[in-house]
């Protein structure tokens, strides 16, 4: 069965958090469907169909399907955090949250669920995957250079 096999480092404080949000509660996470939900964004992005893209990742509606890719994301070592400026830019005012520090290493694997994908298929997941690596961000303030 095809993969790939990709490691990569945050460049910057990440903002990525899953159901936990609350004040008392914050637990910054990297979710699989969170990086799902930019390389479906980066494909569509690249200028590939919604056809292809219901076939890859799945669509709910008209004919429905499931995704026929598996994403995986993993740390490579312990996930640290620490409290980091939100808004930099308004000081005191911008407040901080909980973010995944800077240099956190994981691990992005994308395999092919059930049958084999065509080729060009598995090329446009390739390349909207490395889009996303090489130019996207994702968290709160990933388009103001957090979760680079």
């Known amino acids: ?3 790939l096999n990709y490691n990569f480092s945050l460049l910057s404080d990440t903002f990525a958090h899953g159901a936990y949000q609350t004040q008392n509660f914050n ?5 699989a469907p969170s990086v799902k939900g930019m390389i479906r964004w980066w494909h569509k992005s690249l200028g590939f169909s919604e056809q292809d893209a219901g076939i890859l990742f799945g669509q709910a509606i008209g004919q429905t399907n499931a ?4 994403i995986r994301v993993s740390p490579v070592s312990p996930v640290q955090t ?6 930099p830019h308004k000081g005191q005012n911008g407040g901080s949250k909980a973010a995944i520090k800077p240099g956190t290493q994981y691990d992005l694997v994308l395999t092919q669920r059930r ?8 090329d446009q997941l390739k390349r909207a995957a490395e889009a996303w690596l090489l130019l996207g961000g994702i968290g709160q303030r990933s388009n103001r250079s957090a979760g680079s």
Not at 27 to 31: G, H, Q, S, V
Not at 67 to 70: L, N
């Open 1 to 3: 069965m095809d993969f």
């Open 27 to 31: 637990r910054p996470e990297l979710r």
């Open 67 to 70: 995704s026929r890719v598996t």
């Open 82 to 87: 620490e409290r980091a400026d939100f808004m």
């Open 115 to 122: 049958e084999s994908l065509p080729p060009a298929l598995w």
